[in-house]
Nanobody, 125 residues
Framework: EVRLVESGGGFVQTGGSLRLSCVVSGFTYDDYGIGWFRQAPGKEREGASC????????TYGNSVKGRFTMSFDGAKNTAYLEMDNLKPEDTAVYYC??????????????????WGQGTQVTVSS
């Protein structure tokens, strides 16, 4: 059974930084994908960043490109999302997601079938 445990959300002022963590377990092979998604009230869930474990290829949503950095520590089976220069429009619940046999160049929620519980990020103006 795939399990994702997120941590690291919180409250920060505009221009501040936060780092989210997601511990991944339950995959038999290393060809899975990991993604960070977010959903603000009244809006659709959108991809912030996704990473292919096979080659480390990482993609970012246009609204976070240049400010967010996704990484993966294989020794800890943990994905990170470093969020810098945060803006009020980054306020959302952030979810970690994973799926097996992931070779996509994109970052769409429908591509992922296991989800974490979500963590709230609030950026004040």
């Amino acid at each position: 059974e795939v399990r994702l445990v997120e941590s690291g959300g919180g409250f920060v002022q505009t221009g501040g930084s936060l780092r989210l963590s997601c511990v991944v377990s339950g995959f038999t092979y290393d060809d899975y994908g990991i993604g960070w998604f977010r959903q603000a009230p009244g809006k659709e869930r959108e991809g912030a960043s996704c990473l292919r474990r096979t080659d480390g290829y990482t993609t970012y949503g246009n609204s976070v490109k240049g400010r967010f950095t996704m990484s993966f520590d294989g020794a800890k089976n943990t994905a990170y999302l470093e969020m810098d220069n945060l803006k009020p429009e980054d306020t959302a619940v952030y979810y970690c997601a994973a799926t097996p046999m992931y070779y996509s160049d994109y970052c769409f929620p429908y591509e992922f079938d296991s989800w974490g519980q979500g963590t709230q990020v609030t950026v004040s103006s």
